[in-house]
């Protein structure tokens, strides 16, 4: 089983609509959880942190965490063309103060069509 | 306030040579990492440092890669005897440690092709 799993899409939604990222990881003793945005040639860009259960919201962007689940996901509302890219999410490895290297899913590709 | 730099941004080499990357962290983070992003892949851990001690080599780092923190500020990551497979993103990223908050920002990257 792979350690962080993301479907690698493309996921394609309307403009203006809800759109959906995924995530499952397989280390139960990961506490750090966190989505990049990546766009086409250029390096990752963190857009949101979660580190305990629930919902988490900033701006047009919500990230939920279920630990008992092992599920991460992201929501983006009012989905713009500019968000057309690659969102990775990522874990931190081990068990520790949440401070540790991250492993990364592949990926889901974001296609927002106007 | 600036973030991580990485220099060069690309690096075009022949199989065989070496080559090193340097990365810059955000002033204030004391903990750096490096990371490796192939095309179609996340990011795949390579090392990371505390200050100038290294705390961990992912299995990934053959024996021809070296990283270095000497002061604690800036690393490099240096690579002998170059071979095609090493074409990739290298990725060098900073958070600080100690901090409620464990977040890394990444620099641009370094293109590292191997003909």
């Known amino acids: 089983q792979k350690e962080v799993e993301q479907n690698s899409g493309p996921l394609s939604v309307p403009e203006g609509a809800i759109a959906s990222l995924n995530c499952t990881y397989s280390d139960r003793g990961s506490q750090s959880f966190f989505w990049y945005r990546q766009y086409s040639g250029k390096s990752p860009e963190l857009i949101m942190s979660?580190?305990?259960?629930g919902d988490k919201e900033d701006g047009r962007f919500t990230a939920q965490l279920n630990k008992a689940s092992q599920y991460v996901s992201l929501l983006i509302r009012d989905s713009q063309p500019s968000d057309s890219a690659t969102y990775l999410c990522?874990?931190?490895?081990?068990?520790?103060?949440?401070?540790?290297?991250?492993?990364f899913g592949k990926g889901t590709r974001l296609s927002v069509i106007a | 306030d600036t973030g991580v730099s990485q220099n060069p941004r690309h690096k075009i080499t022949k199989r065989g040579q070496n080559v090193t990357f340097r990365c810059d962290p955000i002033s204030e983070h004391n903990r750096l990492y490096w990371y490796r992003q192939t095309l179609g892949q996340g990011p795949e851990f390579l090392t990371y440092f505390q200050n100038e001690a290294q705390l961990e080599k992912s299995r990934l780092l053959s024996d021809r890669f070296s990283a270095e923190r000497p002061k604690g500020s800036f690393s490099t990551l240096e690579i002998q005897r170059t071979e095609q497979g090493d074409s990739a993103m290298y990725l060098c990223?900073?958070?600080?440690?100690?901090?409620?908050?464990?977040?890394?920002?990444f620099g641009p990257g370094t293109r590292l092709t191997v003909t």
């Open positions: 990223a900073s958070s600080a440690a100690g901090q409620l908050s464990y977040e890394q920002y």
């Open positions: 990522a874990v931190n490895k081990g068990v520790g103060s949440g401070n540790t290297p991250l492993v």
């Open positions: 979660i580190y305990s259960n």
